[in-house]
């Protein structure tokens, strides 16, 4: 069972809901009540759900009436818990408390960095209720090609012998990395096989990320079953994708995968039918 009560969000000035979970995790969340398929937003590693992005595509929802979830993980923003004891399983399961507890119907999920990771092992979870995935400059297996491997030898030795260390950050804080992420993160990697999803996936890149590489996406592109992939490079955005040029192009990609174009043919053989 679950239960809903609010708790003052002093950045919006809004109060969010909070699911509140059989293990006593609350996960705080704002919905948008609209129509079907709901849009799911799933943020990024230490980010919360009161970002540009995340508030900018609820305006969106507003605007056109589509049904909107956005939420803080476990250690994240007004969710209970703390960061450190997060790991990738964790976060996921998060997601799916979510989506099982929340929502209804079919959805589209669109991924921030780390979301963008989350919401494949979503995808594959609940593929039923899944209908398109949108990726945000998104990043699959940092734990280990992006944190673990670049560190050094003495780096390596102080996460192995503290069981966390502390890596600078662009957006304040350093990041308390733990060796319990790292190693959780290794029983989550995607990014050596085919990953046997098969809904739509549109996957959006800044080239001057300096955070996740931009062949990432390229790489998780070759390793989705679906055929139904693109791969769009925003020139001049960074990582965050927040600026009004990757804004308008994340609407537009929202808008396509709401909104399909008949594939050629289609209408005529519908006729023919």
């Known amino acids: ?77 007004a969710s209970s818990g703390s960061f450190t004891e997060g790991t990738i399983s964790s ?28 919401m494949l092992h979503v995808a594959l979870a609940r593929p039923e209720r899944v209908n398109g995935l949108i ?8 734990t280990e090609d992006l944190l673990h491997n670049s560190l050094n030898a003495k780096g390596r030795a102080t996460l192995e012998k503290n069981g966390q260390i502390a890596l600078p950050s662009d957006y304040g804080e350093p990041y308390i990395i733990t060796q319990v992420l790292i190693e ?4 989550n990697l995607l990014l050596k096989e085919t990953i046997p999803i098969t809904c739509p996936v549109r996957l959006l890149h800044g080239i001057l990320d300096a955070e996740v590489p931009p062949e990432t996406s390229l790489k998780l592109a070759t390793c989705l079953k679906t055929p139904d992939v693109t791969v769009t490079f925003i020139k001049h ?16 990609t929202i808008a396509e995968m709401l909104n399909p174009s008949p594939a050629p043919g289609q209408d005529a053989d519908q006729e023919a039918g």
């Open 237 to 252: 955005a960074d990582h965050r994708l927040s600026d009004l040029a990757s804004l308008s192009r994340i609407f537009l």
């Open 1 to 77: 069972m679950t239960t809903h009560k609010s708790q003052q969000d002093d950045e919006q000035n809004i109060p969010p809901e909070i699911l509140t979970l059989e293990d006593g995790r609350r996960i705080a969340y704002h919905r948008l009540p609209g129509k079907s398929p709901g849009i799911v937003f799933l943020g990024g590693f230490a980010s919360d759900m009161t970002g540009t992005k995340a508030m900018a595509i609820e305006i969106l929802c507003r605007q056109t009436g589509q049904a909107f979830w956005r939420f803080d993980y476990t250690g994240h923003g």
């Open 135 to 142: 990726g945000l400059a998104s990043a699959p297996d940092f």
């Open 184 to 187: 959780d993160g290794r029983d």
């Open 91 to 118: 976060w996921t399961a998060d997601a799916l408390s979510v989506i099982d507890d929340l929502t209804e119907g079919p959805l589209v999920l669109v991924g921030s960095s780390m979301g963008g990771w989350i």
